[in-house]
T-cell receptor, first 114, second 113 residues
Framework: GAGVSQSPSNKVTEKGKDVELRCDPI?????LYWYRQSLGQGLEFLIY????????KSGLPSDRFSAERTGGSVSTLTIQRTQQEDSAVYLC????????????FGPGTRLTVT | DQQVKQNSPSLSVQEGRISILNCDYT??????FLWYKKYPAEGPTFLIS?????DKNEDGRFTVFLNKSAKHLSLHIVPSQPGDSAVYFC????????????FGTGTRLKVLA
């Protein structure tokens, strides 16, 4: 079966532009997470979706960041008016149940803001 | 405020020897710990976990040790193989059923053939 996929794999954008990052979780996984890994840092939690519940957005660093999950499957992370400090690898993960340590990660999207 | 710390950014070990990766944490509420392995251009993959009710968990060549009083855990790989060369992250969570994990910055392990 297919794992978690993310697109694009690489994105270079100019400062001030908006970007959209896509995540396709494993089919049937109800939980979906977004993380960010900046250079030399650990994985930083951004947002969590579980089924039809309201997402936990507590990790989003600013109101320029937003995410949605349509139909309980595909998720899009949007960064508006990108800044250079947004440059990082954005990782998506999915799991079958809340609190499960079995988070399956996608390969990530490397975002570079010039 | 780095609640989970991996103070060694890199480690080199000869093939066949033991690799020891360390992780320290500051939050005494953490009660579940994970290790993930990450190859270049791939997402992290789950390796092994340990609950705070245990001080050791073993899975094949991988053993995780937890010292709660010292707020320290370590991952032992014996014997180390070249395919183990990767970045290793430890992560911690507080409370049963929580989905928020705090990750360390990772240690890059290189196993020399």
């Amino acid at each position: 079966g297919a794992g978690v996929s993310q697109s694009p794999s690489n994105k270079v954008t100019e400062k001030g532009k908006d970007v959209e990052l896509r995540c396709d979780p494993i089919s049937g996984h109800t939980a979906l997470y977004w993380y960010r890994q900046s250079l030399g840092q650990g994985l930083e939690f951004l947002i969590y979706f579980q089924g039809n519940s309201a997402p936990d957005k507590s990790g989003l660093p600013s109101d320029r960041f937003s995410a949605e999950r349509t139909g309980g499957s595909v998720s899009t992370l949007t960064i508006q008016r990108t800044q250079q400090e947004d440059s990082a690898v954005y990782l998506c993960a999915s799991s079958t149940r809340q609190g499960s340590y079995e988070q399956y990660f996608g390969p990530g999207t490397r975002l570079t803001v010039t | 405020d780095q609640q989970v710390k991996q103070n060694s950014p890199s480690l080199s070990v000869q093939e066949g020897r033991i690799s020891i990766l360390n992780c320290d944490y500051t939050n005494s509420m953490f009660d579940y710990f994970l290790w993930y392995k990450k190859y270049p251009a791939e997402g992290p993959t789950f390796l092994i976990s340990i609950s705070s009710i245990k001080d050791k968990n073993e899975d094949g060549r991988f053993t995780v040790f937890l010292n709660k009083s010292a707020k320290h855990l370590s991952l032992h790989i014996v014997p180390s193989q070249p395919g183990d060369s990767a970045v290793y992250f430890c992560a911690a969570s507080a409370g049963s059923g929580t989905y928020k994990y705090i990750f360390g910055t990772g240690t890059r392990l290189k196993v020399l053939a």
